[in-house]
């Protein structure tokens, strides 16, 4: 992260529950300032078990009014970034001949969604980056360092606040909405018990099983809940989010969705069921 002041806290509360912590403020688009975050871990800790590649902006809106300059910095930050961390975390971890990298994409890695396409091509770029150092390390013969990839579902933090928008609303989550805690908890068990891929949340699992059987129509959905979720947003002014600055204070974990979960869970269950009724008419159709 880039604010001291929040990383601070957060060191304050590892300590307090018996944890150590050190406190490297990096900005992972430069380059050399993730190399020197690697190296204060190293110096204090003597390796790098784990490094965990999550780091993301993003900016809302639709592709021909999103600025350029603000396409780039989501691309900058959310692949940029992952290309720096492992590549300053990769080389301790051959050096140790073990370690576990963790980068973190999104289910619109695997589905897109309207109006976040640099957020979307992102994802699925992180997604692509793990698949190839896995191959890599794979043709090294370099067996125990293992890259493994965290596909949320929307997850209840504060990145629907924190983006640009450009869509001229109030950008919220689309239900259902996950809490935090179980992306935390998909990566410490990949640390534990590595694998290639992991989704976090029944809907994001759904949604990439669908757009594995009927592409298009996961699409359609996708794009038909967003454009409905955005059509009962309040009116906003544009913004550049925290793009190019923090945002302030000493950051939170929850962005204040986690009620729309439980609300949403019957909207789930009879999208699901829409759906498979539709790819089963779909596919009725086509035999016939």
């Not at 001291?4 to 688009?29: K, M, S, W």
């Not at 050096?95 to 979307?120: C, E, F, I």
């Not at 998909?186 to 694998?195: E, F, K, N, S, T």
Request: net charge positive; proline share 6%.
């Amino acid at each position: 992260a880039r604010r001291a002041q929040a990383l601070e806290e957060v060191a304050r509360q590892c300590r307090e529950r018996g944890g150590e912590a050190i406190v490297v403020p990096t900005d992972v688009t430069d380059a050399e300032a993730v190399e020197r975050l690697a190296s204060a871990a190293v110096e204090r800790f003597g390796r790098i078990d784990a490094w965990v590649n999550a780091a993301a902006v993003t900016a809302w809106g639709p592709f021909q009014d999103t600025p350029l300059a603000d396409v780039r910095r989501v691309l900058d930050v959310d692949v940029m970034g992952t290309v720096h961390g492992a590549r300053a975390a990769l080389p301790v971890m051959r050096g140790q001949v073990r370690g576990v990298l963790v980068n973190v994409s999104s289910v619109l890695g695997a589905v897109p969604q309207p109006y976040g396409a640099a957020y979307s091509m992102a994802k699925f770029a992180v997604r692509a980056l793990s698949g190839s150092l896995r191959q890599e390390l794979r043709l090294s013969h370099v067996r125990r360092v293992k890259v493994c990839t965290v596909m949320p579902s929307t997850i209840d933090t504060p990145l629907f606040a924190h983006g640009a928008n450009y869509t001229g609303r109030t950008v919220r989550a689309l239900p259902p909405v996950y809490p935090a805690e179980l992306v935390a908890k998909a990566i410490v068990g990949l640390v534990r018990r590595p694998r290639r891929e992991v989704i976090v949340g029944p809907a994001g699992r759904a949604l990439r099983a669908q757009a594995r059987l009927t592409p298009g129509l996961a699409e359609g959905i996708t794009a038909t809940h967003v454009v409905l979720n955005l059509a009962g947003a309040e009116p906003v002014a544009a913004t550049e989010g925290n793009l190019y600055r923090p945002a302030g204070g000493t950051g939170s974990v929850g962005g204040g969705w986690h009620g729309r979960r439980r609300t949403a869970i019957r909207q789930a269950v009879a999208a699901a069921a829409a759906v498979t009724a539709l790819t089963f008419a779909w596919r009725r159709r086509s035999a016939a």
